[in-house]
């Protein structure tokens, strides 16, 4: 590696330390201004008087607008829930009317080990559907 090279490679690995410290830096900020203004759209929110949904808020800036728009609230399983105890208490057919159950198929943690096992044949059968995707390398940066 020639020192003109050398020195390209240095100015690279400054630019990404000091770009990486100011994305933080500036993130950490935004998401403390975020805060502000989701308090200030809370506080000046009005419902709709139809569905009772709190309307979109604008707060007006020297640059531009901040919209604040509030999404509908999700429901989830609350941690360690058990759906089959609660399929149990309310039998199927109110269960089908409340949840969709959904089947989710993924790779095993020892698949490849396991393909290296099938037979060529079932190998072969096996690539046709899937496809290895090469990691992108990750790249710390000093703090």
């Known amino acids: 590696m020639t020192t003109k090279s ?4 240095v ?11 100011t994305i933080k830096r500036l993130t950490e900020e935004l ?3 975020k805060d502000v ?20 808020v604008e707060l007006q800036g020297s640059l ?8 509908k ?11 089959n105890v609660l399929v149990e208490k309310l039998g199927k ?3 089908a009317s409340l949840f969709e159950e ?14 290296d096992l099938l037979s060529a044949a079932d190998r072969k059968a096996v690539m046709k559907f899937v496809e290895f995707v090469p990691g992108t390398p990750a790249v710390g940066l000093p703090k």
Do not use: C, H, Y
Request: aromatic share 6%.
């Open 11 to 21: 100015d690279t690995v400054d630019r990404a330390i000091t770009a990486n410290r």
């Open 73 to 83: 609230d999700s429901v989830k399983f609350v941690q360690g829930a058990d759906a």
């Open 6 to 9: 050398k020195q390209k490679l």
């Open 93 to 95: 057919p109110v269960w």
């Open 64 to 71: 531009g607008v901040a919209t604040i728009s509030f999404p």
């Open 102 to 115: 959904v089947t989710t198929v993924r790779m095993r943690a020892e698949f490849e080990a396991s393909l």
């Open 31 to 33: 998401n403390a201004d």
């Open 37 to 56: 203004l989701r308090a200030e759209g809370l506080e000046k929110a009005e419902k709709d008087e139809k569905s009772g949904k709190l309307l979109k």
